[in-house]
C-alpha cells in the first residue's frame, strides 16, 4: 500500500520543522508533500530541507484548494492528509493506516476536548458533531478533524464538491457517509499549535460556521432538514387557525402564509434531495473509466 502525506501549510514552517522529522519514522517511504499556500515566511524553504516535495501557490488560495491540490498530485493509494502547525504526531499515522487496511475507505483522527482551540470552536465542533450523525445515523466524533487518512481513488471522486476555504474535512466526510463508503474514528491527542496564530477568524468566520450547518444537510439528505421545518410551520399553521377560528370564528391570512410555507419548504426539500441525488451520480459517472 503505497501512501502520500500531504500537509497543507501557510506561514507554517516552525510547525512542519516539528511534524516533517518524525514522517520518516512513522510511514518509511512514504511521499510527501507540503502545499505551500502562498507563505510570506520560510515554509517552502523548510519543506524542502526536510525532503519533502513543495507545491507552491503564487498567492493564497484557502485550506481546501491546498488539499485538492495535494491530492491531485499524490501518488500513492492512500493519502493521509495533516495539519502543517504541528499539532499532530506523525506517531499517530500508522493508527490511522491500520483502520484502512482493515477495510475502512476513510480513517479520522478524533480530537479530545483538549484538542479544539477555544471553548467557543470546542461548542461549534460538538454540535456539528451532533448534527452530523443525527444526519447519517453513525457516530460522529470528530467532523472537523483535519488529520485523516483516506483511499485516494475515493476521495477524488469528491474535489469538485470541495470548497477552497476551510470546511473541506465537513464536505469529504459527509460525502463518504452519502456514497456509503465505510468510516471510522480513531481518538487521537493533539498537542498545541506552534508558529503563527491560527487562520481562522471568529467574527469573520462566524456566517461560515453556520454554513456549515446547512452543508452538513445538503451534502447527506437535504430532506432531513426541510421536513421537520416545514413540519414545523405546518403544526404552527393550524394552531394559529385553531386559536383565531375559536376566538374569532375565521380563517387568517397569517395561518395561509404559514400552512403555505410549510408545503413550499417541504417541495424545496425534495427539490434538493434529487439534486444531491444526482450530484453524488455525476461524480461517481466521472471516475467511471471509458
Avoid: C
Avoid at 187 to 207: E, F, M, Q, W, Y
Amino acid at each position: 500500500m503505497r501512501v502520500t502525506v500531504v500537509l497543507p501549510a501557510k506561514n507554517e514552517s516552525a510547525g512542519l520543522a516539528r511534524t516533517l522529522p518524525g514522517l520518516a519514522d512513522a510511514v518509511p517511504g512514504a511521499e510527501v508533500i507540503v502545499v505551500d499556500d502562498g507563505s510570506t515566511d520560510d515554509t517552502a524553504e523548510v519543506a524542502a530541507r526536510h525532503g519533502a516535495r513543495v507545491l507552491s501557490s503564487p498567492y493564497s488560495m484557502g485550506n481546501g484548494a491546498a488539499i485538492k491540490r495535494g491530492a491531485r498530485a499524490a501518488g500513492g493509494d492512500v493519502i493521509v492528509f495533516m495539519d502543517g502547525d504541528g499539532q499532530h504526531d506523525p506517531a499517530h499515522i500508522p493508527l490511522l493506516l491500520e483502520r484502512i487496511e482493515a477495510g475502512y475507505d476513510l480513517v479520522v483522527g478524533a480530537r479530545d476536548g483538549s484538542g479544539q482551540a477555544n471553548l467557543h470552536r470546542g461548542l461549534a465542533n460538538r454540535l456539528y458533531n451532533t448534527l452530523a450523525s443525527w444526519m447519517t445515523g453513525h457516530k460522529v466524533l470528530d467532523l472537523t478533524s483535519g488529520f485523516r487518512a483516506v483511499r485516494a481513488d475515493k476521495f477524488r471522486e469528491f474535489l469538485h464538491l470541495l470548497p477552497n476555504g476551510f470546511s473541506y474535512p465537513t464536505t469529504s466526510t459527509m460525502a463518504f457517509f452519502r456514497s456509503a463508503y465505510p468510516v471510522t474514528y480513531v481518538p487521537i491527542p493533539v498537542a498545541k499549535r506552534v508558529g503563527t496564530n491560527s487562520h481562522i477568524r471568529p467574527l469573520r468566520d462566524g456566517v461560515r460556521f453556520l454554513l456549515i450547518i446547512f452543508r452538513i444537510a445538503t451534502l447527506y439528505s437535504p430532506l432531513k432538514l426541510f421536513a421537520p421545518t416545514a413540519a414545523g410551520f405546518f403544526l404552527t399553521g393550524i394552531g394559529y387557525y385553531a386559536w383565531t377560528f375559536t376566538t374569532m370564528g375565521r380563517f387568517t391570512n397569517m395561518s395561509a402564509l404559514l400552512l403555505s410555507a410549510a408545503v413550499i419548504v417541504f417541495l424545496i426539500g425534495l427539490v434538493s434531495e434529487q439534486i444531491t441525488g444526482l450530484t453524488y451520480l455525476a461524480a461517481r459517472s466521472n471516475q467511471e473509466p471509458g
